[in-house]
């Protein structure tokens, strides 16, 4: 119903889980700047990378698919 109303595309991912996991911390990390300036996601890729580094999970939530697309596109950068 609400992928209908919202004109939502098919390949839309959607994730379902239950709040109270044991294996899952919730963060928040101050923006210091504008919401888009993507520097702010450089707290997600340490400073320097190696081969052997691991890199945690992460999720992050934007307010769009364009931001989230942009914000990806700055990491991957």
Sequence with gaps: MVKKELS???????IQLFMN???IT???HVVSTSLY???NLNF???LQLHLQTTISKTLVF???KEEAMS???????
Aim: net charge negative.
């Design 44 to 46: 997600i890729l340490p």
């Design 37 to 39: 300036d993507f520097s």
């Design 26 to 28: 919730y963060a928040t």
């Design 8 to 14: 939502l595309h098919s390949n839309l991912v959607e």
């Design 62 to 64: 934007h307010d769009s």
């Design 71 to 77: 914000a990806a596109v700055y990491i991957n950068s």
């Design 21 to 23: 996991c044991p294996n």
